[in-house]
């Protein structure tokens, strides 16, 4: 399995054009993330700047290079607090820096066929990561697919992205979810 190190290279080899992410997990036990939760809750106006700034300047050029980043990230209603966290200071703030970003309620929408349970970036449909968590949510590691399996990540894709909503969309629609409520 690849390491942070080896995932940063990766994609420098693999990401000239389009970055998916399929998510599918309602918590991640990330590292850079550390305290975020806790501001978020605590009622802080924003995420770190000194976390979140280089995150944003990386969209933003790649962005202006052509290259586009997008995620599903499929949940089931009613969001937690860590999804929450994820919506209002990740996805929405991301989209406004160039990424595309859908939701998919399984609460509101049936899971579509074939859509695979593990989180997994395809780079340029045609390099997929399969990305490996403890149970905690902590990040193990990535595993590269066998090559002949892509087309079936392509189809994951292509079925995630036609079912999910745009972000913006569903958020508008749940204002139950946002902290100001």
């Given at each position: 399995?690849?390491?942070?190190?080896?995932?940063?290279?990766?994609?420098?080899?693999?990401?000239?054009?389009?970055?998916?992410?399929?998510?599918?997990?309602?918590?991640?036990?990330?590292?850079?993330?550390?305290?975020?939760?806790?501001?978020?809750?605590?009622?802080?106006?924003?995420?770190?700047?000194?976390?979140?700034?280089?995150?944003?300047?990386?969209?933003?050029?790649?962005?202006?290079?052509g290259k586009h980043w997008?995620w599903v990230h499929?949940?089931?209603?009613?969001?937690?607090?860590?999804?929450?966290?994820?919506?209002?200071?990740?996805?929405?703030?991301?989209?406004?820096?160039?990424?595309?970003?859908?939701?998919?309620?399984?609460?509101?929408?049936?899971?579509?066929?074939?859509?695979?349970?593990?989180?997994?970036?395809?780079?340029?449909?045609?390099?997929?990561?399969?990305?490996?968590?403890?149970?905690?949510?902590?990040?193990?590691?990535?595993?590269?697919?066998?090559?002949?399996?892509?087309?079936?990540?392509?189809?994951?894709?292509?079925?995630?992205?036609?079912?999910?909503?745009?972000?913006?969309?569903?958020?508008?629609?749940?204002?139950?979810?946002?902290?100001?409520?």
């Amino acid at each position: 399995m690849l390491d942070e190190r080896e995932l940063d290279q990766f994609f420098a080899d693999h990401f000239h054009r389009t970055a998916f992410r399929l998510q599918v997990r309602d918590r991640y036990d990330v590292a850079a993330e550390s305290g975020e939760l806790a501001r978020y809750l605590a009622g802080e106006p924003g995420p770190d700047p000194d976390r979140k700034t280089p995150w944003l300047d990386e969209l933003r050029a790649d962005t202006a290079a052509g290259k586009h980043w997008q995620w599903v990230h499929v949940v089931r209603g009613p969001l937690s607090p860590y999804l929450r966290l994820a919506c209002e200071w990740g996805y929405a703030i991301n989209i406004r820096a160039g990424a595309e970003v859908k939701i998919l309620d399984l609460a509101e929408h049936p899971r579509p066929i074939g859509l695979p349970n593990e989180d997994f970036w395809l780079l340029d449909g045609e390099a997929v990561l399969i990305m490996r968590y403890g149970d905690d949510g902590q990040f193990l590691g990535a595993e590269p697919a066998d090559p002949a399996e892509v087309p079936r990540y392509r189809r994951a894709q292509d079925a995630a992205w036609q079912a999910a909503e745009p972000f913006d969309r569903y958020w508008r629609a749940h204002p139950q979810y946002h902290r100001a409520a």
